[in-house]
Nanobody, 123 residues
């Protein structure tokens, strides 16, 4: 069993940066670690994933602005978010699941989820 706890969300202005962290209670080095987000009234959407091999994948909407990384020694995954926009406003969730490329963007493929951290981008 793995428990995930996200932190780092907040209220920022457009163009600002935030770094989200997700700490796992157990070892996650063999899992893909992903970030998803859900805005009010919208479906949960894939943001980024870093696989056990450290391969990274990003959604088109965040590519070039967000960077995912992991520190296996700390059982932690990070999401550095730069040049934030109002449409990045959402509840951001961390997830852990099998490191399978074909399902990396699919939320149903992930076993464990955190409670989420709110990111609000507003002027």
């Amino acid at each position: 069993q793995v428990q995930l706890v996200e932190s780092g969300g907040g209220v920022v202005q457009p163009g600002d940066s935030l770094r989200l962290s997700c700490v796992a209670s157990g070892r996650t080095r063999n899992y893909s670690m992903a970030w998803f987000r859900q805005a009010p009234g919208k479906e949960r959407e894939f943001v980024s994933v870093i696989r056990a091999t450290s391969t990274t994948i990003y959604s088109d909407s965040v590519k070039g602005r967000f960077t995912i990384s992991r520190d296996n020694a700390k059982n932690t995954v990070y999401l550095q978010m730069n040049n934030l926009r109002p449409d990045d406003t959402a509840l951001y969730y961390c997830a852990a699941g099998p490191s399978i490329l074909s399902t990396a963007r699919n939320s149903e493929a992930y076993y464990y989820w955190g409670q989420g951290t709110q990111v609000t981008v507003s002027s």
